[in-house]
C-alpha cells in the first residue's frame, strides 16, 4: 500500500511531538515546550527549486516583489487574498572592501534588512504572522517589544485593519520606535519593568482566551515561518552560493532559530548542499546565551540575567526562543559570543561611514567577527553572510551621543557637527581641514 504523502501544514511541539490544530490560538505546548510549523517537505520537494524562485524576481506580480512571499510554498498554505504583505523583503546585499578589511574576514556580504518598510527583519516575520492572525478571526494583535516588533506589528495591524496593543518597557526603547508605533496607530503600553517584564505579563494576556488577543511575538511559530526567508532571500541573491557562516545579532533568539530551520529546509529540499554554520552575537551586557554556550550548554548553564546594552533590540535576559536556538547551534556547529557595548559602536561607526548605516544591535555582528577572527576561532579566509538587521535612523540618540565631542573618550570616527558664524573666513579655514573629513577609513 502507498502511504498518502503529506500536504499540510502541522503545529507540533517542538519537545515531545504533541500536535495541535493550526487554526486555533496556541503558543506552547501543554507540557511547556515550544511549538514549531512543520512545512509538508516531502510533497514540496517536487514543487521548489531554485528555478521558481530565480523566475519569480523578474515577475511584477505582487507577492512575487515580496521577499517573503516569493517563497511562499514554504510559508504554508494562506491564498493570494488574505495575505498581508506591502510588500517587505527587498533589502540590498552589500560589499564593502572597507568593511572586509576591519573585520578580517576573506569575503563579507551584508544584507540589510533595515531596509524593510518600516526599517527592520521584523516585517518578515509580520507578515505572515498577520496573516496568520486575520486567518483566525483576530481582532486584536498585540507583543512585548524593545521596539521593532512594536513598530512592526502596528503598521501591519493598520494595514490588516486590526486593533493593535505593544507592551514596551517604559524609557528603554528608542524615541524613534515609539514615535512610529503611536503614528501607526497602535496603542502603546509602557510597563514599569524591562523587556522580560513586558514578556510575561503579554504571554498571559494572550493565555487568556476571554481576552481575544493574538500575540505576535517570535514565540509565535507563524511569525518565525516569515523570518527564515531572510536566509532564503540572501542565499538567492548570492546565487545560491552557500557562505562559510551566517553571523547574527541574537536577543529574544527567534531569527537563530528561525535560520536554522531555513537552512535544513533548503539542504532537504535541494535549494542548497550544505549547511553553513550560524554566528549568534550577543551584547556583553545581555548575553546568557553566549554564556550557556561557553559552558557547552551543558545542564543549568543556562540562568536568565538582567539585560543592560546601548543596543536596545538586543537588551534581553531571558530569550523566548532559547531552546531552539540552542538546537540550530549545536546542528550547525555554531558559535555564540558576547561582544561589548564600545566594540559595537565601533563597528557601528565602520558600517556607518562606510554609508550603509544600520542600528547599533545590528552592528554587534561586525563586532563579533572582528572578534573571532583575532581570537582566531573563524579562518581569516573564511567567507561571511552578516545580516544587518535594523535601519540607522531607528536610534538617533546612539548617534548623537557618540559623535558628541568628548575629550575623555576616544572614539573611531567621531564626526561632531560644527557651528560656524555665516562668514566665506570661517569655511575656508575648515576646508583646509577637508583631508580629515573626507572620503576613507575612520582609523
Ligand atoms: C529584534 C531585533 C534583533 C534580535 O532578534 P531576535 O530574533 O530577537 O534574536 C536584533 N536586531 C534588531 C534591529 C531587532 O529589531
Ligand atoms: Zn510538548
Redesign the pocket.
Known amino acids: 500500500m502507498v502511504t498518502a504523502e503529506r500536504t499540510t501544514v502541522r503545529l507540533v511541539c517542538a519537545e515531545c511531538g504533541t500536535e495541535y490544530p493550526t487554526g486555533v490560538p496556541r503558543y506552547r505546548c501543554t507540557c511547556g515546550g515550544l511549538l514549531t510549523v512543520e512545512q509538508p517537505l516531502a510533497a514540496l520537494r517536487e514543487t521548489v527549486s531554485r528555478e521558481l524562485f530565480d523566475v519569480r524576481l523578474a515577475s511584477r506580480a505582487r507577492l512575487d516583489q515580496s521577499g517573503v512571499w516569493r517563497f511562499r510554498e514554504l510559508l504554508g498554505d494562506y491564498s493570494p487574498g488574505e495575505i498581508v504583505s506591502k510588500p517587505e523583503g527587498r533589502g540590498n546585499l552589500y560589499e564593502d572592501a572597507r568593511l572586509t578589511d576591519w573585520a578580517g574576514v576573506g569575503q563579507l556580504w551584508l544584507k540589510h534588512e533595515?531596509e524593510n518598510p518600516t526599517g527592520?527583519?521584523?516585517d518578515r516575520g509580520m507578515t505572515v504572522g498577520m496573516t496568520h492572525a486575520r486567518r483566525l478571526g483576530a481582532r486584536t494583535v498585540a507583543c512585548a517589544s524593545?521596539?521593532?516588533?512594536s513598530a512592526s506589528l502596528a503598521s501591519y495591524a493598520a494595514t490588516a485593519g486590526l486593533a493593535a496593543l505593544t507592551f514596551v518597557p517604559e524609557g528603554k526603547v528608542s524615541t524613534a520606535k515609539v514615535a512610529q508605533t503611536i503614528a501607526y496607530g497602535a496603542r502603546v503600553i509602557q510597563i514599569r519593568g524591562d523587556f522580560d517584564a513586558a514578556m510575561r505579563l503579554v504571554q498571559e494576556v494572550a493565555e487568556t482566551p476571554e481576552y481575544g488577543v493574538y500575540l505576535l511575538n517570535?514565540i509565535n511559530p507563524f511569525r518565525l515561518e516569515g523570518?527564515k526567508t531572510i536566509v532564503l532571500d540572501a542565499l538567492q541573491a548570492l546565487g545560491w552560493r552557500v557562505p562559510d557562516a551566517i553571523v547574527?545579532?541574537?536577543?529574544?533568539?527567534?531569527?537563530?532559530a528561525?535560520f536554522g530551520k531555513a537552512l535544513e529546509e533548503a539542504l532537504a529540499l535541494g535549494l542548497i548542499d550544505r549547511i553553513p554554520q550560524i554566528i549568534t552575537v550577543q551584547a556583553s551586557g545581555a548575553a546568557p546565551f553566549a554564556r550557556a554556550f561557553a559552558r557547552g550548554f551543558a545542564p543549568g548553564s543556562y540562568r536568565p540575567v538582567e539585560a543592560k546594552t546601548v543596543a536596545t533590540?538586543?537588551a534581553?535576559g531571558d530569550?523566548v526562543?532559547y531552546p531552539r536556538a540552542r538546537r540550530v547551534i549545536q546542528t550547525t556547529e555554531g558559535i555564540v559570543l558576547a561582544v561589548s557595548d564600545e566594540a559595537i559602536l565601533a563597528a557601528k561607526a565602520q558600517i556607518d561611514r562606510a554609508g550603509i548605516g544600520c542600528?547599533p544591535?545590528?552592528a554587534a555582528t561586525l563586532a563579533g567577527l572582528r572578534a573571532l577572527i583575532t581570537d582566531g576561532l573563524l579562518p581569516a579566509k573564511a567567507s561571511v553572510l552578516a545580516i544587518l538587521?535594523?535601519n540607522l535612523m531607528?536610534d538617533a540618540e546612539a548617534i548623537a551621543a557618540y559623535h558628541q565631542p568628548d575629550p575623555r573618550s576616544e572614539r573611531p570616527g567621531a564626526n561632531p557637527p560644527i557651528t560656524i558664524d555665516p562668514t566665506l573666513d570661517e569655511v575656508k579655514i575648515l576646508l583646509d581641514e577637508a583631508g580629515r573629513w573626507g572620503a576613507g577609513s575612520t582609523e
Do not use: C, H, V, Y
Open positions: 533595515g527592520s527583519f521584523k524593545s521596539g521593532n516588533t517570535s523570518q547574527l545579532p541574537g536577543g529574544n533568539l527567534g531569527n537563530t528561525a533590540a538586543i534581553i530569550p526562543s542600528e544591535a545590528s538587521t535594523g531607528k
